[in-house]
């Protein structure tokens, strides 16, 4: 009987303790948050002060109250949507044909080592030549408008996503490897049984840095060949001297692109939590 009332004190003590943690992680994150909304309070509030008094050029900065004015004059003539769902989709079909496209190329560079030891040079420079370059080429090619545009977010993407992607498989530990063929594993069946899973959580953290590549790339994108959507917007203001058209976009794109990392981080979190 006492080691019955031992145990359950015992149980009690660890669910109280957790309880507390849990409550102390929650007001942790409660405080970030705030801490977060009122550094950006503060910072619009003085951004407003600043421009009423003088203090800063409203032509070049524009302030708040003007950007607020910007956006209800573009929801109300039926632009606000348009130009955001056009990028937004543009971004979105980036995105996951650079992770797919790499993927795939990473997979191909791992299953034929001699192929991948050729390409890795041509990985590198491609790599770090500035695809901007290309915008002209594409143009010429594909025209102006969607293609273009998909195509360079995709010369951005895509050798990211495969250097990121097959350093995740090269680093699996040769061991594993080792183990599923002494049992007479193929090299198809160790892939999908231990390298693909293995790397997972690898290709989940490489969908952040490619989620920024796909924004950057859809954004040069539409400077270069554009005719709807935020990046399309902020060249238009400058050519016509809108500066509050330009600050408008860049907040919109701020926003859009930090809704978009938030839910590709739930996304991450899933996957790794499942994976690991």
Known sequence: MFKNLKKAIVRKAESEEHRDYLFNKKLESFWVVFTQLTILLVF?????????????????????SKV??????????GQLFHHIRITVMETGVSFILGTIIGTLIAIVLWWWKFLSRVLDPYLLVLNSLPKVALGPLFIIIFGLGFKSIIAMALAITVITTTIVVYSG???VDNNYL???????????TSFI???????????????????GLSWVGVIVGEFLTGRA?????AIYGGQTYQMDLVITSVILLAIASAVSYQILVLFENHIKQKYS
């Open 193 to 211: 049984k231990v390298v693909l899973p293995a790397s997972i959580p690898t290709i989940a953290s490489a969908l952040r840095v490619n989620l």
């Open 178 to 188: 080792k183990l599923v063929k002494t049992f007479g594993a193929s090299k198809s």
């Open 169 to 171: 498989f090269r680093n």
């Open 68 to 77: 607020w004015s910007t956006i209800v004059r573009l929801n109300t003539s």
């Open 44 to 64: 619009i509030i003085i951004w407003e002060w600043a421009a009423n008094k003088g203090l800063t050029n409203t032509f070049l900065t524009s302030k708040p």
């Open 229 to 233: 959507g935020l990046g399309y917007l």
